[in-house]
């Protein structure tokens, strides 16, 4: 039976592979084991809870395509997820599919069905203790890391979740750019409220789904029953309310339910990616209902905002990390949460499957192409020539002068290629700002670098190691 599940999982992973980008099947799927296999159910062996939420949240659909196609129509899934925390060997505990049943131990036995499924919740419902939340249950408050950039939101919904319906903040309307944690928040007073008071019926829906329920409604004649539905909710989470911008009918229902709860003291929290003042295509109606309770923005997080992110995370998966490391990836990953809690699992990923100790040359080499992309951001002509002079260990103003001499003519020609490919600057600017020359100097400096780059071994790694500078710092 051992060599039967081998070779049917060795069948999924070909035609996993053939979806996935080379690396990506080499990190997440190659250290997979098959364990066994009885009545269509595959067991897999995964090396941490970590490694099962990501394939569970990045990947589902192409592991269920797989074993269907080698399995057949029931086929099934467990993972068998084992953290050693110990050199004992780890008791092994049987888990619900719920994850709120998850309990802490040191080996956990995963199992979720591929087949079936949660109930569809827009179904008409006479029971509406049967609605499910449809909340992820990673998005807790405690995970939640409060700063400046998101104490008022945090303290409204601590509020909400104390006393639903009850408070100034109804509705709440969260809003901030992408990647900054609107949705964690809303889900996270839902869960709160689910803790609190678990006779509340809490529901979080993602205005894209609302959308096409509501299209789906009125296609089969059954408008009446969708807005039924939504007025057995106490606790309505409507994420990226934005999407109703232009959508005329869609908002006109969505009145109409939001006065519903409003009068009968429900709660609702809205998420958007502007305040409602500068929401365009919404109704006036429904702007000023927006309007009516606490709007509360969640900005970038500050570098002590984010630091506290990395260390969470580091003690939720059990990773290390010096003060220096931490430093480094808090000062370079500043774009949002999204973008740092991404480099995390870059991090993680490296730590679990290539045992690689995470020192500060071994982050910056897994994080390169983060921090490239932020540092492509900020770089100016006048940082690339500090960065090009400090490498040879001459002054700027060097580059300024009338000379010939080879190590000047290299640098000048090296902080032009720089500035050509990694700034936006003009090449008239370039050359009057290196050295006063003209843009035909500078081509012609760009060109020189690239031949030389394919020809000579030693300049192509000294040109990496001033990009590598440029990115990452020295």
């Not at 074993?67 to 129509?73: A, D, M, S």
């Not at 004649?221 to 994420?239: G, R, S």
């Not at 192509?460 to 710092?473: A, H, N, S």
Request: glycine share 4%; net charge positive; proline share 3%.
């Amino acid at each position: 039976m051992e060599k039967d599940c081998k070779i049917i999982w060795t069948k999924c992973l070909r035609l996993i592979e053939e979806q996935l980008p080379p690396k990506t099947f080499k990190t997440w799927f190659e250290p997979i084991r098959a364990l066994k296999l009885k009545n269509d159910v595959l067991t897999i062996q995964v090396a941490s809870s970590y490694v099962y939420e990501c394939l569970e949240e990045r990947f589902i659909d192409i592991l269920r395509s797989s074993l269907k196609t080698v399995i057949g129509p029931n086929a099934k899934l467990e993972y068998s997820v084992v953290v050693e925390n110990q050199p004992k060997k780890p008791l092994s505990v049987t888990l619900s599919s719920s994850p709120e049943k998850r309990p802490e131990t040191n080996t956990i036995y995963l199992n979720k069905q591929l087949s079936g499924g949660l109930k569809n919740p827009f179904e008409r419902t006479v029971n509406r203790l049967q609605i499910d939340s449809q909340l992820n249950p990673v998005y807790t408050m405690e995970s939640f890391i409060e700063g400046s950039c998101n104490r008022l939101a945090k303290s409204a919904g601590m509020a909400i979740a104390k006393n639903p319906g009850g408070t100034a903040f109804n509705p709440l309307l969260i809003y901030g750019g992408s990647g900054l944690g609107k949705t964690h928040l809303a889900q996270a007073i839902g869960l709160e409220v689910k803790q609190n008071f678990p006779e509340k019926v809490v529901l979080y829906v993602s205005t894209n789904l609302f959308q096409t329920q509501f299209t789906e409604a009125v296609r089969k004649n059954e408008i009446n029953d969708f807005m039924h539905f939504y007025q057995l909710i106490d606790v309505l989470i409507l994420d990226d309310i934005h999407e109703l911008a232009g959508k005329t009918a869609t908002q006109n229902t969505f009145f109409h339910i939001f006065n519903h709860l409003q009068q009968l003291g429900k709660q609702l929290i809205l998420t958007s990616d502007k305040a409602p003042a500068e929401l365009s295509g919404i109704e006036d109606r429904l702007l000023s209902r927006f309007k009516w309770g606490l709007s509360a923005e969640i900005k970038s997080p500050d570098f002590e905002t984010r630091k506290e992110i990395v260390l969470y995370k580091a003690k939720k998966d059990g990773i290390e990390f010096s003060s220096e490391v931490i430093a480094y990836i808090c000062k370079y990953i500043n774009n949002n949460v999204r973008e740092l809690e991404g480099a995390m699992i870059s991090l993680l990923a490296q730590a679990t499957f290539n045992k690689r100790d995470l020192t500060v040359d071994v982050v910056k080499d897994i994080l390169v192409k983060m921090v490239r992309k932020q540092a492509e951001e900020e770089l100016t002509v006048e940082k690339i020539q500090q960065v090009v002079c400090g490498h040879f260990h001459i002054a700027p103003e060097t580059l300024q002068a009338k000379t010939r001499k080879r190590e000047i003519v290299q640098a000048r020609q090296l902080a032009m290629y720089f500035c050509k490919n990694y700034t936006k600057a003009s090449l008239s600017y370039i050359g009057n700002q290196i050295g006063k020359k003209d843009h035909a100097t500078v081509l012609y400096a760009c060109k020189a670098v690239a031949d030389l780059m394919e020809t000579d071994r030693k300049f192509k790694m000294e040109v990496e190691e001033i990009q590598r500078k440029l990115y990452c710092g020295n």
